[in-house]
């Protein structure tokens, strides 16, 4: 791709020079054959440079201003017809000319003005007016995902994403954005350093090519004077997305009002290993249980594993034999019975 780039830049560079040498071969010396040579030349070089040095362009940008100006030359030329009986009736003489073609220029840059602003302000409108419009690239996978703060705050998603296993647009509304920041600035030392390991994820996952982020700025109309939470799922079923979270009341809430939702917590526990009665484990005894004789251990994976008979080898590796498993909403606890304290 780079070459042809190149080799793209070096005919239109040729191409400009033989326009330059087709004008000064029919240009008198007096008439400065010269400053059209450099005047195409420069000119085309600097097109060059500016090429070169903005390398990450905007599709969106670029696709609204070529949109916005056929629009706006469009309607200026309608304009311009509709005008032209005026123009005839009270502009009859030749001197007038001068004030109808200034009216027509500043229709023309009005017209194109206002239409890239409200391409710019409704891009994302677009394509439920005019199929294939767009405006932006395609949207990586089959639906985006709306970030909720709790998501990013949790900083878990950013794990994920990295793993390649989610391929979607991640999507941060911009009121989000502002809830977060205000978390941020918290007096509160706890909530202040939650804010702030929420805005590093962000910013890790803006800075990572290889996903698909964006920030969302508008606000639709229905979500004027609405919680944080009810915005989130109004924008989901607008744009046809999911919300990811890890917040246990914004599920219920999605799941209540058919909103597409990722609890981030189910997708951890759904990962944890699963064990049959029976199975043998080794595990370090680390505090006493609640019931009589009981020990607590951990996996790895944080999965909590009850032993019986294991509150008098704390600090010990031991093994035991799953007997049950019990699914909380907090995630998964395995029960055991102690057999033997590990050599290991």
């Not at 296993?165 to 978390?183: G, H, K, T, W, Y």
Request: glycine letters at 8%; charged letters at 20%.
């Amino acid at each position: 791709m780079e070459i042809a780039l190149w080799l793209l830049r070096a005919l239109f560079f040729l191409v400009a020079i033989g326009l330059a040498v087709t004008q000064t071969s029919s240009t008198q010396p007096s008439q400065g054959w010269l400053s059209i040579f450099l005047f195409y030349t420069l000119g085309a070089l600097a097109v060059i440079a500016a090429d070169v040095f903005v390398r990450r362009k905007r599709i969106d940008i670029i696709s609204s201003v070529y949109f916005g100006l056929v629009v706006g030359l469009f309607l200026t030329y309608v304009m311009s017809l509709a005008l032209s009986p005026l123009f005839a009736q009270f502009a009859p003489q030749q001197g007038d000319k001068n004030w109808q073609s200034l009216i027509i220029t500043f229709l023309g840059i009005s017209l194109s003005y206002l239409c890239i602003s409200l391409l710019w302000q409704t891009k994302d409108d677009f394509r439920f007016v005019i199929p294939y419009v767009e405006f932006a690239k395609d949207l990586k996978g089959a639906k985006p995902y709306i970030l909720d703060t709790s998501v990013v705050i949790d900083g878990r998603i950013a794990d994920i994403v990295e793993t390649g296993v989610i391929d979607n647009q991640l999507i941060m509304p911009r009121f989000a954005l502002i809830e977060l920041q205000s978390i941020a600035d918290s007096s509160d030392k706890l909530r202040r350093a939650r804010g702030r390991r929420g805005l590093d994820v962000l910013n890790r996952l803006r800075g990572n090519p290889n996903i698909d982020f964006k920030v969302y700025d508008r606000e639709l109309p229905d979500m004027k004077g609405q919680p944080v939470d009810i915005k989130l799922l109004t924008l989901a079923r607008h744009l046809g997305g999911k919300v990811v979270t890890g917040d246990y009341n914004l599920n219920k809430v999605a799941k209540l009002q058919n909103v597409p939702v990722i609890n981030l917590n189910e997708v951890a526990n759904s990962l944890k290993p699963v064990f049959l009665p029976g199975e043998q484990v080794r595990v370090k005894v680390v505090k006493p249980g609640e019931g009589p004789g009981q020990g607590v251990g951990y996996l790895d994976d944080g999965t909590m594993i009850v032993i019986e008979e294991g509150r008098n080898h704390l600090g010990e590796h031991v093994d035991i034999t799953v007997t049950s498993m019990l699914q909380t909403n907090a995630g998964r606890m395995v029960f055991g019975r102690f057999e033997a304290v590990s050599k290991n």
